[in-house]
Protein backbone atom coordinates (compact mmCIF):
# COMPACT_ATOMS: atom_id res chain seq x y z
CA UNK A 1 0.00 0.00 0.00
CA UNK A 2 2.65 2.46 0.37
CA UNK A 3 3.68 2.25 -3.02
CA UNK A 4 0.29 3.39 -3.95
CA UNK A 5 -0.19 5.93 -1.35
CA UNK A 6 3.14 7.27 -3.12
CA UNK A 7 2.25 6.77 -6.65
CA UNK A 8 -1.26 6.70 -6.83
CA UNK A 9 -2.71 8.55 -3.72
CA UNK A 10 -6.65 8.80 -4.92
CA UNK A 11 -7.03 5.32 -5.27
CA UNK A 12 -5.26 4.98 -1.60
CA UNK A 13 -7.57 7.30 -0.43
CA UNK A 14 -10.58 5.43 -1.94
CA UNK A 15 -9.79 2.18 0.32
CA UNK A 16 -9.17 4.70 3.17
CA UNK A 17 -13.02 5.74 2.58
CA UNK A 18 -14.44 2.38 2.16
CA UNK A 19 -13.07 1.54 5.06
CA UNK A 20 -14.74 3.93 6.96
CA UNK A 21 -17.46 3.87 5.17
CA UNK A 22 -18.07 -0.04 6.31
CA UNK A 23 -17.42 0.91 10.23
CA UNK A 24 -20.78 3.71 9.80
CA UNK A 25 -22.43 0.88 8.04
CA UNK A 26 -21.51 -2.00 9.86
CA UNK A 27 -24.05 -4.56 10.59
CA UNK A 28 -22.40 -6.90 12.59
CA UNK A 29 -20.63 -6.45 16.01
CA UNK A 30 -16.66 -5.96 16.38
CA UNK A 31 -16.35 -9.68 17.20
CA UNK A 32 -17.58 -10.86 14.18
CA UNK A 33 -16.24 -8.67 12.05
CA UNK A 34 -12.89 -9.41 13.32
CA UNK A 35 -13.36 -13.52 12.84
CA UNK A 36 -14.45 -13.16 9.23
CA UNK A 37 -11.08 -10.72 8.78
CA UNK A 38 -9.13 -12.76 10.56
CA UNK A 39 -10.77 -15.99 8.48
CA UNK A 40 -10.23 -13.88 5.16
CA UNK A 41 -6.53 -12.80 6.24
CA UNK A 42 -5.92 -16.93 6.38
CA UNK A 43 -6.82 -16.98 3.31
CA UNK A 44 -5.07 -14.17 1.56
CA UNK A 45 -1.93 -15.07 3.34
CA UNK A 46 -1.66 -11.03 4.60
CA UNK A 47 0.71 -11.74 7.80
CA UNK A 48 -0.14 -7.86 8.99
CA UNK A 49 -3.83 -7.91 8.61
CA UNK A 50 -3.55 -11.78 10.22
CA UNK A 51 -1.74 -10.08 13.17
CA UNK A 52 -3.81 -6.64 12.99
CA UNK A 53 -7.62 -9.14 13.10
CA UNK A 54 -6.02 -11.42 15.13
CA UNK A 55 -5.24 -8.68 18.38
CA UNK A 56 -8.71 -6.58 16.71
CA UNK A 57 -10.70 -10.38 17.99
CA UNK A 58 -8.91 -10.13 21.24
CA UNK A 59 -9.57 -6.82 22.02
CA UNK A 60 -13.25 -7.44 20.82
CA UNK A 61 -13.75 -10.33 23.46
CA UNK A 62 -12.48 -13.49 21.69
CA UNK A 63 -10.56 -16.13 23.40
CA UNK A 64 -7.36 -17.92 21.64
CA UNK A 65 -9.64 -21.13 21.60
CA UNK A 66 -12.01 -19.22 19.62
CA UNK A 67 -9.43 -18.02 17.18
CA UNK A 68 -7.82 -21.71 16.85
CA UNK A 69 -11.61 -22.84 16.13
CA UNK A 70 -11.69 -20.35 13.44
CA UNK A 71 -8.48 -21.45 12.12
CA UNK A 72 -9.16 -24.93 12.25
CA UNK A 73 -12.43 -23.88 10.24
CA UNK A 74 -10.76 -21.98 7.11
CA UNK A 75 -8.13 -24.93 7.16
CA UNK A 76 -10.91 -27.15 6.66
CA UNK A 77 -12.66 -25.44 4.65
CA UNK A 78 -9.97 -24.82 1.91
CA UNK A 79 -9.47 -28.74 2.35
CA UNK A 80 -13.05 -29.36 1.21
CA UNK A 81 -12.58 -26.54 -1.56
CA UNK A 82 -9.30 -28.05 -2.74
CA UNK A 83 -10.68 -31.70 -3.15
CA UNK A 84 -13.88 -30.67 -4.76
CA UNK A 85 -12.41 -28.70 -7.24
CA UNK A 86 -9.27 -31.16 -8.17
CA UNK A 87 -12.10 -34.15 -8.58
CA UNK A 88 -13.88 -31.93 -10.67
CA UNK A 89 -10.96 -30.59 -12.86
CA UNK A 90 -9.75 -34.39 -13.37
CA UNK A 91 -12.93 -35.53 -13.98
CA UNK A 92 -12.84 -39.29 -15.32
CA UNK A 93 -8.89 -39.59 -14.13
CA UNK A 94 -9.37 -42.88 -15.98
CA UNK A 95 -10.13 -41.80 -19.15
CA UNK A 96 -7.31 -38.81 -18.61
CA UNK A 97 -4.96 -41.47 -18.22
CA UNK A 98 -5.45 -43.54 -21.41
CA UNK A 99 -5.65 -39.84 -23.34
CA UNK A 100 -2.73 -38.34 -24.32
CA UNK A 101 -2.41 -35.84 -21.63
CA UNK A 102 -0.93 -32.71 -22.15
CA UNK A 103 -0.28 -29.50 -20.24
CA UNK A 104 -1.33 -26.90 -22.63
CA UNK A 105 -3.57 -27.72 -25.23
CA UNK A 106 -2.09 -26.35 -28.55
Not at 10 to 25: P, R, V
Not at 41 to 52: E, M, Q
Not at 73 to 85: P, Q
Amino acid sequence: MRLLAEWFPEFANELDKMDEMYKEKRMIDEKTYQFICFALSIKNRSKPCLLKHFKGAMEAGATVKELAYIMALVFRESAGGDDCWTHDALGDYKELIKSNIQCCPK
